[in-house]
């Protein structure tokens, strides 16, 4: 911070530096004193906002492609609070020319702030098969972009100090608590100008471009403007100069964005990109599907369906739970349809209802010819009702309308948003919805690499009052549908295995319906088999999961 300037000697008369006029004022102004504090309070309001626009298009992106919000949030906010710290330090010896400094950060946050997501993005599609060394590439130019965004945001402040306290002297508390009013507003603006307008409405590399944008032109107005007397005319210059052409390099940048897109999904999954649609919940994109080719359905970058290995997962995950009663039925998740196609090849079904969180994956599923051929226009039928609902606040409301079976088809519990759907109190709400000699089956992600999660999953279950018997089925590796990772199907961290969890009041056993229809990749010996595989890799004395306290790895 700034050390508070000594007060004048008594009786000593103020100074009338100002152009105008004003008292106090050490600058020749082009406007009156009060107009050009206003004007550097709207800028440091505009500054805040963007700023905090910058950290959170950081958090979001990178969540977005490495997935583990928490761990993504953590470091960003760490670094960036630490550069911060740094960046204050270093202003410091820069106040002596404080608007041409402030104005060559200014400049210089708007470029790297609003390329930050494309340099992202580009680097995750083009390097994130590369492996060796270029594996953790995205991570080092997170750190790398938190702590130079850090750095430049915390030389604003006391370079805007140093301008203010030029403007009209007055006591260091009282400047501070100006600055700190018009920062925190500003704060708060960009803090929910991101998630409400920019993400949905222009997107995250359109969106930080354009944010980059506003930073320059307010930053270089501010200084050009209003302390043009206080620069040198090499000053004045150098500063047009780099705000025309940092504005030159983010309007080329929006221009190209939507090449860019294609050309960086082209890089991660191919040429064969048949859908790529952003819903309110996640992106979702289609390959595939046509000319004889695997249909592959990635859900925010994670392959969810394989196509060349869906029917063996969905065959796991529904027909050993069908053995008994099975009139009624609820998916939880399964927006795809494919769960609710197996459901439906059971005889004595009269209901299933499907929760699912993302109604465009639904429309997806109805709609597009080759998803809706592959789950057998599942959706469609007379006796499936579909509700577009948060899984875990449904079962809280749920209608006392007992299930014969509750199938959980949801994504990974190793990505952090869907650990509050694997934690004992859900599973508390699944136990409720269960009719008498109910049936509960979940998937619980990759045994052979991800053993610690899966046994898990199984302790949660116990944890709620159910009673267990695990399973796990192999599957190809290529077109295997991923876990919590996110890239390619080629790419992507391959697992070579699913495990289920089939739970209920009493001790359930792994089997199919001997009435029931016969799965093409499923016998009663290979289920057997599939029981003793997973109780092999058991992980004793595990803890349950809850929502205070989760426990599954990102």
């Known amino acids: ?76 906010l760490s670094v960036m609070v630490f550069a911060m710290g740094l960046g204050s330090l270093a202003a410091k010896r820069l106040r002596r020319h404080a608007a041409a400094w402030f104005g060559a950060v200014e400049a210089a946050l708007a470029l790297v702030g609003g390329c930050s997501a494309m340099a992202l993005y580009a680097v995750f599609a083009w390097t994130g098969a590369w492996g060796g060394a270029w594996a953790s590439g995205p991570r080092w130019l997170l750190v790398a972009f938190s702590l130079a965004t850090g750095l430049l945001i915390g030389a604003e402040v006391p370079l805007l100090m140093e301008l203010i306290q030029r403007i009209r002297r007055q006591d260091a508390g009282g400047a501070v608590a100006d600055l700190s009013a018009a920062d925190y507003v500003g704060a708060l603006v960009g803090g929910l100008a991101f998630p409400f307008l920019l993400l949905p409405v222009l997107g995250q590399l359109t969106g930080a471009l354009i944010t980059g944008a506003v930073n320059a032109v307010v930053g270089g107005a501010l200084v050009l403007g209003l302390f043009r007397r206080d620069l040198t005319r090499r000053a004045r210059r150098l500063l047009t100069a780099a705000n025309v052409g940092v504005l030159v390099v983010l309007a080329t940048a929006a221009v190209l964005v939507d090449d860019f897109e294609r050309a960086a999904r082209h890089a991660m999954y191919g040429s064969d990109v048949r859908v790529a649609l952003r819903t309110d919940v996640q992106e979702v994109l289609l390959t595939g599907g046509r000319g004889g080719r695997p249909l592959n359905l990635f859900l925010d970058g994670r392959l969810r369906v394989g196509g060349r290995d869906e029917l063996r997962y969905h065959e796991a995950l529904v027909h050993p739970a069908m053995r008994g009663p099975h009139a009624r039925v609820l998916v939880l998740g399964g927006g795809d349809g494919l769960a609710v196609r197996e459901v439906l090849r059971h005889t004595g079904v009269h209901r299933v209802d499907v929760v699912e969180l993302d109604a465009g994956v639904v429309r997806l599923a109805r ?59 859900f599973y508390g709400l699944a136990r409720r919805a269960l009719a008498p000699g109910g049936r509960l089956v979940v998937h619980g992600g990759a045994v052979a690499s991800r053993a610690r999660d899966f046994w898990t999953v199984d302790a949660t279950l116990r944890a709620a009052g159910l009673r267990t018997a695990a399973y796990r089925v192999g599957g190809r590796r290529s077109g295997f549908a991923a876990g919590p990772d996110r890239g390619a199907a080629a790419t992507a961290h391959a697992h070579r295995d699913w495990g289920f969890v089939l739970a209920a009041r009493d001790r359930p056993e792994p089997r199919l319906d001997p009435a029931g229809p016969r799965p093409r990749t499923l016998t009663d010996a290979s289920l057997a088999a599939d029981v003793r595989a997973a109780e092999r890799t058991r992980v004793p004395g595990l803890p349950p999961s809850t929502l205070p306290h989760p426990r599954y790895a990102g």
């Open 1 to 76: 911070m700034i050390e508070p300037q000594a007060p004048a000697p008594p009786g000593s008369a103020p100074s009338r530096e100002g152009s105008d006029g004003d008292a106090g004022s050490t600058l020749r102004l082009p406007v009156r004193q009060g107009t050009g504090r206003f004007l550097v309070l709207a800028g440091v309001f505009v500054c805040a906002a963007c700023g905090l626009v910058y950290e959170l298009e950081l958090v979001a992106l990178a969540t977005y492609l490495m997935g583990d919000s928490v761990t993504q949030a953590s470091v960003v």
């Open 367 to 425: 709609r597009d010819p080759a998803l809706s051929a592959l789950n057998a226009h599942a959706l469609d039928d007379p006796r499936v009702r579909v509700t577009t609902a948060d899984a875990f606040d449904w079962l809280r409301r749920a209608p006392r309308t007992p299930y014969d079976v509750v199938v959980s088809d949801l994504p990974h519990p190793g990505i952090t948003a869907s650990t509050k759907l694997y934690s004992q109190e």
